[in-house]
């Protein structure tokens, strides 16, 4: 039956290959909870849970500052309201389409609802390429972005946030246009600048989050991160709050990526190394490899197309952090790591392991935090910006990031349990996506069948 699921999933749209990922590696999980639990499937929760409750397609014509006239697509993917508003970030980036957006959405459903907050799931973006654009021309093409958004988003609708590609500028630019369209100030988005409603911790939430539950993990056999050599991917916005918090548990960082190539800094990169990332990345808009130049001591490598494998993870390290982009590490990447002795893999980044790695990194019984679960912090601390421009109020840094440690502390131990009950202990994948299911399908059982 469960294949049964997959296979209507694959049929019906065969070309949307990451979404068929996503549904393949619940689906797996959560076979011991129907079965005691019929009920479920006599509900065909399954069958709902597959299908967004609806699929926003829209065309954004933008002009360029030569003058000239392009056309992007624009997505949002709602996926499931159950437990509250739609919620899940905005991706651009040329490789975004509807399959890719479905997957995002569909795991963001288990991933809030894992959180303890009132949150639904949802995903959108558009194919969109903001590299090399001028700031004219993303302003130009977020306003128009969401010149047709607006209608289906608000407060207690949908609630977008930033993902690749979408950081602070761009939510700036969006929220612009949706104030102006609607002529109301309201937690709409989240990621907001901190001068007008944006929550403290909220850039640093998803890194600063995966480290927290890399720590936990750590604990359950009784280690730390200090002084361990961590591999992390990326130098958006995961990856560079992933280094910061390392640094804070003294832990080593060697490297970091962008979709060009990657940097190797065996001398580990320290608070110095990591503000100048921060000011080429976020500020410049430069590439990883400036970073050798800065820093020669540090070896870049461009990417080659022609290799099976990414050499970022074939160097020795404790931990990785992967924390760019979907199945960045292949099946080649996951037997390096493990050969090469990690005894952690932390997902920053949404599904960055390929189903075979993950089955090799469960086998080979190192601690695996997946996505998932590991970098719920990003989505949790947009919860509290939502409650926080409720209530009117802002809460302090210290307020905050004590509240997203103690909701990574609760995933934790929600997954661990919910693995233990399953007779899975140990297995934060299976927890996950059960703890995270179960709480979603009681919500659809009580609101009947709609
Ligand atoms: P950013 O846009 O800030 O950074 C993305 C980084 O990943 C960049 O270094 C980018 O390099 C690299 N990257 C993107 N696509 C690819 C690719 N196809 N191949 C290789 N490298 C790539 O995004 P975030 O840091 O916000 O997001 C990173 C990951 O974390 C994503 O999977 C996202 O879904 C996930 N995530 C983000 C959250 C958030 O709060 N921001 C919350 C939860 C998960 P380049 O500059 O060359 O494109």
């Known amino acids: 039956m469960m294949e049964g699921i997959l296979k209507v999933v694959k049929d019906k749209d065969p070309n949307e290959k990451e979404f068929h990922q996503a549904v393949g590696e619940v689906v797996e999980s959560i076979g011991p909870v129907l079965d005691r639990n019929p009920e479920y499937r006599k509900s065909k929760i399954l069958e709902r849970l597959v299908e967004p409750d609806r699929v926003i397609l829209f065309r954004v014509p933008w002009m360029d500052d030569r003058g000239e006239i392009h056309v992007n697509r624009g997505f949002r993917v709602q996926m499931n309201n159950a437990i509250g508003p739609y919620k899940g970030g905005l991706r651009f980036h040329p490789s975004v389409n509807l399959g890719i957006l479905k997957f995002l959405a569909f795991e963001q459903v288990f991933k809030n609802s894992l959180t303890t907050l009132p949150m639904g799931g949802g995903k959108g973006g558009s194919d969109f390429d903001p590299k090399g654009k001028s700031d004219s021309e993303v302003m130009r093409f977020c306003q128009s972005f969401m010149c047709e958004l607006f209608r289906y988003i608000g407060p207690d609708m949908d609630v977008p946030a930033g993902d690749i590609g979408v950081g602070a500028r761009e939510i700036g630019y969006l929220f612009g246009m949706y104030k102006k369209l609607t002529n109301e100030f309201n937690g709409v988005l989240t990621g907001k600048n901190l001068k007008w409603g944006g929550s403290l911790v909220r850039p640093e939430a998803t890194g600063y989050g995966s480290v927290y539950f890399a720590s936990e993990m750590l604990a359950t056999r009784n280690k730390t991160l200090d002084s361990k050599i961590c591999l992390v991917s990326g130098s958006g916005n995961v990856a560079q709050f992933t280094v910061e918090k390392l640094l804070d548990f003294n832990a080593r960082v060697?490297?970091?990526?962008?979709?060009?190539?990657?940097?190797?800094?065996?001398?580990?990169?320290?608070?110095?190394?990591?503000?100048?990332?921060?000011?080429?990345?976020?500020?410049?808009?430069?590439?990883?490899?400036?970073?050798?130049d800065q820093y020669p001591n540090a070896i870049y490598t461009p990417v080659d197309p022609a290799l099976d494998h990414n050499p970022l993870w074939n160097h020795k390290a404790d931990c990785a952090f992967p924390s760019a982009t979907q199945n960045e590490i292949n099946e080649k990447d996951a037997r390096n790591l493990v050969q090469n002795g990690v005894e952690m893999v932390c997902e920053g980044a949404n599904m960055p392991t390929v189903p075979k790695g993950v089955d090799l990194f469960l086998g080979s019984h190192i601690l695996y935090g997946p996505g998932k679960a590991a970098n719920a912090g990003g989505v949790s601390v947009s919860g509290l910006e939502m409650t926080q421009n409720s209530m009117r109020i802002s809460w302090t840094r210290e307020e905050v990031d004590q509240r997203l440690k103690m909701i990574m502390h609760s995933i934790h131990r929600t997954c661990l349990d919910a693995a233990a009950a399953y007779g899975v202990p140990g297995n934060y994948v299976r927890g996950a996506n059960i703890a995270g299911f179960v709480k979603v399908v009681e919500a659809m059982m009580d609101q009947g069948l709609v």
């Not at 320290?270 to 990332?277: G, H, T, Y």
């Open 254 to 292: 060697v490297t970091l990526s962008d979709s060009s190539g990657y940097i190797f800094d065996e001398e580990g990169i320290d608070r110095e190394k990591l503000a100048f990332i921060k000011r080429l990345k976020n500020v410049k808009r430069g590439r990883i490899k400036e970073y050798a």
